[in-house]
């Protein structure tokens, strides 16, 4: 059965730290993993990596892949309240169905 | 990307009755999902919604609990019938897009929050 695991669960940082998230999947055929940010219902799309190695950078998000070693990190630099949400990360393998961890919840502070 | 809405967004009805959900992308898609996620849990996949034939369901899910229809490219609605207290979620459609070499990008719909009492 395929699988999606993300730590830590939860994490409480001041504005201006920087935050990693982790990511470890086992995947059957594995394509792509994704990481979406959820504040209210809908996750939003935030990076979609297929490449190992290859870091994927939005702003102060970046994201690195290792298929090799089956994880990914999400990364956050100089936080900011509106960072505060669930992160979730997302792997595909066949048909493109995405198995989702259990999310890692983020809450900045002031 | 694509503007993709549901309708409704929210809901609340009562156990025993069915409500239909409707999920509209702003243009033609590759696949469509619908995906559920019950309170502090994270999202698990309901089914793929085909377009012109029947859904494929995921373990655990059934057609007759949630009649998935998609008559074509861009429309899909899921039912959830016969309503128990068990199934107040958030509910989610989310389409692909083909990206480069085969991978496809996920999207997701803004969803509707589901109370059953």
């Known amino acids: 059965e395929d699988k999606v695991v993300q730590s830590p669960l939860s994490l409480v940082v001041h504005e201006g730290d920087t935050v990693t998230l982790n990511c470890s999947y086992e995947?059957?055929?594995?394509?792509?993993l994704l990481w979406y940010k959820q504040e209210k219902k809908a996750p939003t799309f935030l990076f979609m990596l297929?490449?190992?190695?290859i870091e994927k950078k939005s702003g102060r998000l970046s994201s690195i892949l290792d298929k090799k070693e089956l994880f990914s990190i999400l990364n956050i630099t100089a936080t900011q309240t509106g960072d505060s949400a669930v992160y979730l990360c997302?792997?595909?393998?066949?048909?493109?169905?995405?198995?989702f961890g259990t999310g890692t919840r983020l809450q900045v502070t002031l | 990307s694509a503007v993709i809405s549901q309708k409704p967004s929210r809901d609340i009805c009562q156990r025993g009755t069915s409500l239909t959900i409707q999920c509209q992308v702003d243009?033609?898609?590759?696949?469509m999902f619908w995906y559920r996620q019950q309170p502090g849990q994270s999202l698990t996949l309901i089914a793929t919604?085909?377009?012109?034939?029947?859904?494929?369901?995921e373990s655990g899910f059934v057609i007759d609990k949630f009649p998935i229809s998609r008559p074509n490219l861009t429309f899909s609605t899921l039912t959830v019938s016969n309503m128990s207290p068990e199934d107040s979620s958030i509910y989610l459609c989310?389409?692909?897009?083909?990206?480069?070499?085969?991978?496809?990008?996920?999207?997701f719909g803004p969803g509707t929050r589901l109370t059953v009492t």
């Open positions: 995947v059957t055929n594995f394509r792509s």
């Open positions: 243009s033609q898609v590759t696949m």
């Open positions: 989310s389409v692909t897009f083909k990206w480069d070499r085969g991978f496809y990008e996920q999207y």
């Open positions: 997302a792997a595909t393998g066949t048909a493109s169905k995405l198995t």
């Open positions: 297929t490449s190992s190695g």
């Open positions: 919604a085909n377009q012109g034939s029947e859904a494929t369901y």
